[in-house]
């Protein structure tokens, strides 16, 4: 069982930056891939970056590339998501999720095995 908690969110304008934090408790942290995910508001949850067990290499979507960095401190046990030239598509509930795979970055949330609660960020123009 792993149990995660987001952290970070929040109200930024348009071109501003969000640092997201992910804090892991329970079983080994760096056995597991992370993932960053998002919703909008009647939307699909979609996938945002992801990032293997010992911090190399790193996926992310088209919409976000150049733009967010994934990273992790597995002494910390913890998952960043660094969100630069915010944009209001970028207003979501932005969630983080370990995926237990010994192969591959997967994109798809119902891969994933554990949640945190998410966290609300919100881009004004």
């Known amino acids: 069982q792993v149990q995660l908690v987001e952290s970070g969110g929040g109200l930024v304008q348009a071109g501003g930056s969000l640092r997201l934090s992910c804090a892991a408790t329970?079983?080994?942290?760096?056995?597991?891939?992370m993932g960053w995910f998002r919703q909008a508001p009647g939307k699909e949850r979609e996938f945002v970056a992801a990032?293997?067990?010992?911090?190399?290499?790193?996926y992310y979507a088209d919409s976000v590339k150049g733009r967010f960095t994934i990273s992790r401190d597995n002494a910390k046990n913890t998952v960043y998501l660094q969100m630069n030239s915010l944009k209001r598509e970028d207003t979501a509930v932005y969630y983080c999720?370990?995926?237990?795979?010994?192969?591959?970055?997967?994109?798809?949330?119902?891969?994933?095995?554990?949640w945190g609660q998410g966290t609300q960020v919100t881009v004004s123009s």
């Open positions: 999720a370990a995926d237990w795979n010994l192969v591959r970055l997967r994109t798809t949330p119902g891969e994933y095995d554990y």
């Open positions: 329970g079983r080994t942290f760096n056995d597991y891939n």
């Open positions: 990032i293997r067990r010992g911090g190399t290499p790193t």
